[in-house]
């Protein structure tokens, strides 16, 4: 089935520092991707997406491109602030169910930046 | 515009009780999936709920079922809540829940003891 793999956290940054989050990712067909972003005590909320290979998705400075070669979707942002200090989950659409709202997750990176 | 409301926001039950929590989506949104959030299990998807069917479900046993009401605000109970239950419950809505844009409340954590 289909599954995500995102690099295993915490990663610690100081502030202006150049963040990259790795995100890869198995499925039997063309999924869409995304970034979702948790800041403490929130629910989670869209940070980018990306819906075909080559596609760059980009918000707040962050980017991710979709590389279908390579099955990935790294997150990265030139320079982080302390308010980007949250988990990060990388998701595909889930290709096995049809067009329905089913995301696999990964398993979060918690990101703390330092002033 | 309101968000993706849910309550009750925090609740404790004892083993072998059942226990409901019910969610509010984003007016207009058709679409309600359920999700639940475990340090050890991460996210893992429960199941979807588009204009009062269930469209998909994911691999959580029997005593996990749900239910949307026409007014597209829906419900999930669990039975016989056994420890393993405790966890973070997300639920999450969309116009049409095709795109993987999902719009997420803040959680009912459920801790059982």
């Known amino acids: 089935g289909d599954s995500v793999t995102q690099m295993e956290g915490p990663v610690t940054l100081s502030e202006e520092a150049f963040l990259t989050i790795n995100c890869t990712y198995t499925?039997?067909?063309?999924?869409?991707l995304f970034w979702y972003v948790q800041y403490p005590g929130e629910g989670l909320q869209l940070l980018l997406k990306?819906?075909?290979?080559?596609d760059k998705g980009s918000n707040k400075g962050f980017e991710a491109t979709y590389r279908k070669e390579t099955t990935s979707f790294h997150l990265e942002k030139g320079s982080v602030q302390v308010s980007d200090s949250a988990v990060y989950f990388c998701?595909?659409?889930?290709?096995?169910?049809?067009?329905?709202?089913?995301?696999?997750f990964g398993q979060g990176t918690t990101l703390q930046v330092k002033p | 515009k309101a968000g993706v409301t849910q309550t009750p926001r925090y609740l404790i039950k004892t083993r072998g009780q059942q226990v409901t929590l019910s969610c509010s989506p984003i007016?207009?949104?058709?679409?309600v999936s359920w999700y639940q959030q475990t340090p050890g299990q991460g996210l893992q998807f429960l199941f979807e709920?588009?204009?009062?069917?269930?469209?998909n479900k994911g691999n959580f046993p029997g005593r996990f079922s749900g239910r949307q009401f026409s007014n597209s605000r829906s419900e999930m109970n669990v039975s016989t809540l056994e420890l393993g239950d405790s966890a973070l419950y997300l639920c999450?809505?969309?116009?049409?829940?095709?795109?993987?844009?999902?719009?997420f409340g803040e959680g009912s954590r459920l801790t059982v003891l």
């Open positions: 999450a809505s969309s116009f049409s829940g095709t795109t993987g844009e999902l719009f």
């Open positions: 998701a595909l659409s889930a290709t096995d169910s049809g067009n329905t709202g089913k995301l696999i």
């Open positions: 499925a039997t067909g063309y999924p869409s």
């Open positions: 990306a819906t075909k290979a080559d």
């Open positions: 709920y588009f204009s009062e069917t269930q469209r």
């Open positions: 007016s207009g949104h058709r679409s």
